[in-house]
Antibody
Framework: EVQLQQSGPEVGRPGSSVKLSCKAS????????LNWVKQSPGQGLEWIGW????????DYAEKFKKKATLTADTSSSTAYIQLSSLTSEDTATYFC?????????WGQGTLVTVSS | QITLTQQAESLWVSPGEKVSITCRAS???????????LSWYQQRPGQTTKALIY???IRTDGVPTRFIGSGSGTDPTLSIEDVQPEDIALYYC?????????FGGGTKLELK
């Protein structure tokens, strides 16, 4: 059974960084791209970017190029997203999702709250 | 970027009815391989987001046959026949034809 288990909720101070994780199981981690998606409170979904765990290659939506950094550790089948220079606009739930032509499997989401 | 517009923010239905959710795209989602790069997702509170339909009309494994994806080019539609109480959720469309991948704004299905 494919599962994407995301890390727990985070609280970050304005200007700081947080790093979220997404641990994959039930498939070969390097066979599929992993995407990250943002859902602001009461809002819709925004694609942040993807990482190819096999090669470490990444691609980002323009809006998130200076905000997010995607990495992956093949030894633990875990993908990460680091969000930097946090502002109130970064308060949201962040999802990882495994994709081919569509986002077939999703993690449960990690809530990030930016608060001083 | 490709814009997806789900006109209806909310739709109210009674159990057993049929409902259709539209997702208008700013350009055709048909690629030269003959596939539409449009998929549909269901979000229910406390549950993991679920993929329902991909390539506009193909149900993912285990999705009930009452979920039907149709439409082509710029007007994909998700229909739910014989709505069940467990279908009350948020529904999103997603295009993966061109970067950046973009989502529709979402349609909330609610009980009358």
């Amino acid at each position: 059974e494919v599962q994407l288990q995301q890390s727990g909720p985070e609280v970050g101070r304005p200007g700081s960084s947080v790093k979220l994780s997404c641990k994959a199981s039930g498939y070969t981690f390097t066979d599929y791209v992993l995407n990250w998606v943002k859902q602001s409170p009461g809002q819709g979904l925004e694609w942040i970017g993807w990482i190819d765990p096999e090669y470490g290659s990444t691609d980002y939506a323009e809006k998130f190029k200076k905000k997010a950094t995607l990495t992956a550790d093949t030894s633990s089948s875990t993908a990460y997203i680091q969000l930097s220079s946090l502002t109130s606009e970064d308060t949201a739930t962040y999802f990882c999702a495994r994709s081919w032509d569509w986002f077939a499997y999703w993690g449960q989401g990690t809530l990030v709250t930016v608060s001083s | 970027q490709i814009t997806l517009t789900q006109q209806a923010e909310s739709l109210w239905v009674s159990p057993g009815e049929k409902v259709s959710i539209t997702c208008r795209a700013s350009q055709s989602l048909l690629y030269t391989d003959g596939k539409h790069y449009l998929s549909w997702y269901q979000q229910r509170p406390g549950q993991t987001t679920k993929a329902l339909i991909y390539h506009a009309s193909i149900r993912t494994d285990g999705v009930p046959t009452r979920f039907i994806g149709s439409g082509s080019g710029t007007d994909p539609t998700l229909s739910i026949e014989d709505v069940q109480p467990e279908d009350i959720a948020l529904y999103y469309c997603l295009q993966t034809l061109k970067k950046p991948s973009t989502f529709g704004g979402g349609t909330k299905l609610e009980l009358k």
